[in-house]
């Protein structure tokens, strides 16, 4: 690749890893940020012929599985209806073993399975909480707003990816700049137009039904527009609260396997598209271990009264440690088991810390505030 073919791949990459760090705090701009982007990286690269696509699928679906993996952590930390969290995490997890799935067995379909209906049902969610309290959406509304959005919306949309292999921007070419085909007699039909035009009408009577929803079917807005994340209660905030719930909380816990669950299938994820060497359950154990020594590392260093006043403090440290604890692992694993090679590039390396660090400093820092919120909850209600 030449040097600007290479700085585009570099400026969209370093894009969607660190845009997605904003959705914790501006869920809804941040997720649709995301999904702008993810949309339109592919025909970014296709203005450089030196960019090779080969892998855009497993390239786009990695970074697609992180950023929503933040989206899903964010949930943890500014979501109060329990019913659209238990609804998210569900569609989450589902859509993250589909992927996993996919790239084990390369079968398209899957992606149609397990569609992914986290992604607008984190949208819808955060629209409504612009609005209006989010105490309005009940277990039977977060059930039908998630059903509505996998039928009427991903399962037309992944059809047209993966099963049509069909790309929006290429098609929006060829339709206004005279795709054709020629029929029986040899008269030039020009088809695609008649299609964008069926899109068009079909998104401009969604947007009517959903402007009438607004407008004269959901009740008045509770509050004026908010697209912050809303601010954590006072009980809530401050680095104490961490370092209190890491140094008194039991080492093996569900929220420990969750962790390992989500790291490891995000790290497969991953590994597929990077390195494609097929040895998954080796390195789900790698990042089992690894997991289980950053707990206790964090353990540690909460009971010798260490805390981190900001996340970007508790990122930018446990980077170097978590360094540590890979660079360890690894030399544990081939020079005593001799089942993971060391041989890796140094920026691999450093960009597994990075991936690794993110998805457990985030899971640490906003699943404390889960359970802190639900016991604050049970405090009240007694």
Sequence with gaps: MDTVAIIVV????????????????????????????????????????????????SYDKALDIYYLAIAYLATLRNWTNLPSFRVSRFLYYYRLVGVVAFELSGLRALLLVFPNTFEYFFIFCEGVRARWNTARITMAVALVAAALIWIFIKLPQEWWIHIAKLDMTDFIKESLFGASKTDSWGTVIATAPLVLVALLAA???????????????????????????????????????????RAEARLFDRALI???????????????????????????????????????????????????KSVASELVGMMIVNFGIVTALLIVGDRILRVVDTGLPLSMTIFTVFLFTVITVLFDRYHT????????AQLRAK
């Design 10 to 57: 570099a400026v969209v990459i370093l894009l969607r890893l660190f845009l997605p760090l904003t959705i914790p705090y501006w869920p809804l701009i941040g997720v649709i940020s995301c999904l702008v982007l993810d949309a339109a990286d592919q025909s970014i690269f296709q203005q450089f012929p030196d960019i090779p696509l080969d892998n855009y699928q």
């Design 203 to 245: 998104l401009a009577v969604f947007l009517v039904v959903c402007w009438l929803l607004v407008t004269r079917v959901a009740p008045p807005a509770d509050h004026r527009l908010r697209f912050k994340a809303d601010p954590l209660p006072t009980e809530l905030r401050g680095d104490a609260l961490y370092r209190t719930v």
């Design 258 to 308: 969750e962790k390992i669950v989500l790291t490891g299938l995000t790290s497969i994820v991953f590994a597929q598209m990077l390195l494609g060497d097929g040895l998954l359950s080796v390195r789900f154990i790698f990042v089992a271990l690894f997991v289980l020594v950053n707990a206790m590392v964090s353990q540690w260093l909460a009971r010798r009264g260490r805390s981190w």
């Design 369 to 376: 505030v889960f359970q802190a919120r639900g016991m604050v």
